[in-house]
């Protein structure tokens, strides 16, 4: 479902956190040459995240925020998450 071999890096503000099982997910609006884009960004599950240090509100709607995903085969703008930085400048890491 996601390219293994490409890593896409992302600056936009985050719309929503989902904190849900299976997985949890970012939906981060991403300006490019005037039009915004809105992503979906699957992370892994809320146990695996709060184990490196993720909790429910890690992060806020409105934050700017950049994250690192393995962009989805199909073109769509979705990904898996990698990594990233919130909007203290503080790494995030992926569980």
């Not at 929503?16 to 949890?24: G, I």
């Not at 997910?25 to 991403?30: E, H």
């Not at 599950?45 to 925020?65: E, F, K, N």
């Not at 690192?68 to 503080?90: E, F, L, N, W």
């Amino acid at each position: 479902m996601f390219d293994a071999s490409r890593i896409v890096t992302l600056h936009g503000t985050l719309k929503e956190f989902q904190w849900t099982n299976p997985h949890c997910f970012l939906q981060v609006s991403v300006p490019k040459n005037g039009v915004t884009t809105e992503w979906s960004v699957q992370m892994n599950a809320p146990l695996d995240l709060y184990r490196v240090g993720w909790r429910p509100h890690t992060l806020q709607p409105g934050d700017s925020i950049t994250v690192q995903i393995k962009p989805s085969r199909d073109g769509r703008h979705s990904g898996a998450y990698v990594g990233g930085t919130g909007p203290d400048g503080k790494a995030l890491k992926g569980g």
